[in-house]
């Protein structure tokens, strides 16, 4: 192998510059020439390809967003966009993939090599921490610590005006942001797409509230929850619970993806960064680099798409004791 | 004047502590006994009037919301209500009162004198900068702060895919939280209450930028502004335009209102509690303190509440020169 | 065991009042009565001994420092000075303790129980992580990233004057706020107790960084380098190096203890609480409760204390490849 | 006038980039060609200079340090330099220039001015906020909010342990940033050096708050306090007080020039380097852009380096009430 590229897929995550500066720089360790796709699969298609150095990944390991730009591709979902991208690779003499991104970016890659054996490793980069394979994903600490940092101002004014706070946090298929930025913000609740919670749930758990002394509560709803969106959800509740209480909706949206990586994010980044490359050098392919009890280990894409990550259940347990 | 109660009355802002520690230390330092009352015009109502010494305000300037509570009061709206806020007073011995929040608290208060002769100076407390007799309000700057964070995490993502983002920030009837989060946001396009922009002006400045090769765009709606909420007024863009575009819509809601109050908020809200003190010590009364070019004036309550504070144009011209 | 108290002992961390938060609504839960101990052992001699409920810890998950102070006790050291600590803890009918702190903590407690059969569990409380027995310590990823916005904001001026800075961390026997500031930093060099490093060795490294025209350069050293402070090892450099250099030095000191704790560590230290809490409840006693690949685990204070913890020297490899 | 360069001089400040992109977007909207000048002096001397349009001051406004790089240049100091600096100036076509930089900046612009008639205006760029002609300067804002975060942090440390802390900011001969972030800090003492305040001073103020039971205080020491610096300050407080306190010092040190700028930095940052081009097209020459009760006025250079600028005694007064 000598010509190596990465790219970026799918929803951008704090971490991923970081991530493409360790492949960068560990490429160029190992003797390679290490190439950016910019967009995606959709730059790939495009030929869109520029040539990077050491100098080209400098003072980004604390920048969010990503400099290779992202996208969501609907021409790769072709046999003939894929064809054009392997023309795009060949023409540029490229033997070997970084995609960062999540399930939708590695069910591409999988069937790219199908079909023209151009070998990917994958690395874990999405917020919502909701890949099997890897302990935590790229952006995830960050997501959370954003949306704790969020939580903890709003509990500023929770409490000034004894108000019930209903706050909606990322996650479509998964709970983990809602839960880990729940129990570090001290909610009251916490709705999750894991947990069958019912509206009589949470009302319960309020009204022991009221009962305690409790003035101000605050709920967090996943996006993905079955019970709705977090409004959705506030109006139940205030249709059903009998006190009097002055309830307010927020939904935290499109912060909780931006901002510079916190330390655990860039180190993370950095290790299934360099772990993913090394991984490609050694003969992987179809397999997303994770990090699983501070281990390196690879998990066939087919497995991060097809088997379910398990949230904590002793956190949960945890949550309802602590509040 | 030997007794003087502090309150906090509308809607809470970072800073607030700030100022009621500063009014309970002047006041103490006055040799005066000092109190405060718990969620404004209802705790007067209630009796819900404490104490307050040096020690009762320590450590609190650097937090967010109200140690004191706020609430809205219909009750006090009535004469009824506010003869039962005097007896409580008469009940306490209270014969000055320190007012910090917005117009509505400033109207109770002018009502409340004329009924029973209890002076009040008052404080600005507003993250809206809205009220006329003070160059800034108490939680302005930390909450432009807070907007600002925001639409800076926001730019990651928005220049990661190319998209153009509408974010909503707090300002019912002023436009100043908009325009100094959006001129230091690097906002493209800023919509307020104060200055008439049609959707096709911000059509042609959006399209200009696609002319400079612009490949993301934020546009900052306040929530008064009166082409409407921010999901409107990208809805209408979104049927207007002609080039295909990547339209976001985010709403920061309750986070402005919350978190550590600024340095400049802290010292702001420090002189503005001295002031009003003071004010009340040297026999003024239903005026409110303010700081206008770094001097400390007071402004008669009836001036505050129905003359219209201007936003500096000479900004607006800016933030089209520099977008 | 009926009456259980809880102390922070040591240098303070942040999150030690959310771990003080789960030792109390943890025991609340299972039905014992609890109590908190005033600045440590000196505390437990003095009898400053309070009883706590679930408000006591209302608003605290998110608060540095600890709301039960610290201290560190020459009395205790002493028989004496235990029989006096045992005396107050009869007279309040305590049966059992919920120490957090460090090293120094957890031998205090060993030797009391000897002497007069009251078992402690353990907490980790120490920004260090210098504690063998769980992956992390209370306060340590705040630590980290409290520095990481340190380095952060110091590369800004190395870049923007072409320096090398010289930046001392917190860790006097221990790298590892070290190592994973400066990774996720993107130092150039780390200097850590735990790896012989030569002043030679950080020469060639900055000259490399020259040669590929690195114009700003960032060093990390831990305080208990055995190269020196970095006031120190700066001056050796600068004898050592042969080209011209601006070389500026800073010691971040005390703000990394401090500020509030990061999502991370309000989970463990939460985690760790109601672990201690529910160890001890067990029948556990002269143990520290850990978190050692996601599961709590409990080791003898007699390991935590003569063991050493050795850092990932894989994350030192992968620093080298990514300067 | 038909090309402008811009550079930036002395110590680096936040919110030199939204000046120099202020300054490049407004010439550009005036029809000039724009430049910049990298390493300042220096740069002019080497002909380092470089063409500047929209894009390149893209996406900086957030940015801390500056992308023109900084220097103090010896070589400008001397009449070859200034003649060198002169002939790269005309090679390039540069008939006006904007220096963001401080008093020696501005003494070299001058004297520059008055050999080669090339016009320089200047925008105020340093943290210190030491220069006549505006009521605040670059980067002012961020330092004093950076002070005023370790302070917090600090405060932390200092209320669990039960400390004096003696925390030393940036100011060499100015107070500002040490009476801004002291009085939002909510500082005991603060020493300046604008004021001459006593050892003895501050033990009384100590003591005052030992009588009231304040168990932590925190002392800030501006770097050119003519009592020395913070360590020396507590080594002659330590010999002075006769009651045993625990005495810990730290210096912020170069943390407190970097970062992201406020809100307010960024705004202040813009007005400046658009009024200096501004001022530059209309014949200004000679004077420093400034803001004095919220209007852009000039200063000539000479009264900038040679008057005194006043700290407002009111904000002493009021923090020797409020402490």
Do not use: W
């Amino acid at each position: 192998m000598k010509r190596v590229a990465v790219f970026t897929s799918g929803g951008d995550a704090p971490g991923m510059n970081a991530c493409i500066r360790a492949v960068v720089r560990g490429g160029l360790h190992y003797g390679l020439e290490m190439f950016g796709i910019i967009r995606g699969y959709n730059g790939m298609i495009k030929g869109d390809i520029i040539p990077l150095n050491s100098q080209s990944v400098s003072n980004i390991v604390q920048r969010g967003g990503t400099i290779l730009k992202s996208a969501r591709s609907k021409e790769f979902m072709t046999p003939e966009g894929r064809k054009k991208g392997y023309d795009q690779l060949k023409a540029h003499g490229i033997d070997g993939l970084i995609a960062i991104g999540g399930n939708g970016t590695f069910t591409g890659a999988e069937i790219f090599f199908n079909e023209f054996q151009i070998p990917t490793v994958g690395a874990p980069g999405t917020i919502d921490n909701d890949l099997y394979g890897t302990d935590y994903t790229i952006g995830f600490d960050t997501a959370v610590n954003t949306a704790l940092d969020a939580i903890d101002k709003i509990r500023d004014t929770a409490d000034s005006h004894d108000r019930i706070f209903f706050i909606e946090v990322m996650g479509r298929d998964s709970g983990y942001i809602a839960m880990q930025s729940g129990i570090s913000g001290g909610a009251e609740s916490i709705l999750i797409p894991e947990e069958r919670q019912t509206v009589e749930d949470v009302v319960s758990v309020l009204k022991a509230g009221f009962d305690r002394k409790k003035s101000s509560s605050i709920v967090i709803v996943a996006e993905g929850d079955e019970e709705g969106h977090a409004a959705e959800v506030a109006e139940k509740i205030k249709a059903t619970i009998d006190v009097p209480v002055d309830i307010r909706v927020t939904n935290l949206g499109h912060i909780q993806r931006g901002g510079s990586p916190t330390a655990y994010d860039r180190i993370l980044s950095s290790r299934l960064g360099l772990g993913a490359l090394e991984g490609l050098l050694n003969g992987q392919k179809n397999v997303m680099a994770g990090i699983v009890n501070d281990e390196l280990i690879y998990t066939p894409f087919h497995d991060t798409i097809t088997k379910k990550k398990l949230i904590n259940s002793d956190l949960l347990r945890m949550a309802s004791i602590l509040r």
